[in-house]
């Protein structure tokens, strides 16, 4: 079992960046994939980024180029580097770990970007 606790959260302007972590504790946190969703009020929870266990990345096509995803397994840490932001990102931003079975969640951490 794993636990998930985002941070990094916070308000910035369009154009600006943010660094979410999602901090996890628990055993074999390297045989997790990773991922990160944000739901914006009203909307559904989307996927943005996935960081498999051997690295591999994935992004949704509105994100690319401005999010980065990545691991440091050493620390139980993935990051979601966030650049270039804009209005529409703003969401509630959740990660995700799962080993080929349900999803373990984090609590979300609240990204606002401001026009």
């Known amino acids: 079992q794993v636990q998930l606790v985002e941070s990094g959260g916070g308000v910035v302007q369009a154009g600006g960046s943010l660094r979410l972590s999602c901090a996890a504790s628990?055993?074999?946190?390297?045989?997790?994939?990773v991922d990160w969703y944000r739901q914006a009020p009203g909307k559904q929870r989307d996927l943005v980024a996935t960081?498999?266990?051997?690295?591999?990345?994935m992004y949704a096509e509105s994100v690319k180029g401005r999010f980065t995803i990545s691991r440091d397994n050493a620390k139980n840490t993935v990051w979601l580097q966030m650049n270039s932001l804009k209005p529409e990102d703003t969401a509630v931003y959740y990660c995700?770990?799962?080993?080929?079975?349900?999803?373990?969640w984090g609590q979300g951490t609240q990204v606002t970007v401001s026009s």
């Open positions: 995700a770990a799962n080993s080929g079975g349900p999803n373990y």
């Open positions: 960081i498999t266990s051997r690295g591999r990345t």
């Open positions: 628990g055993s074999d946190f390297s045989m997790y994939a």
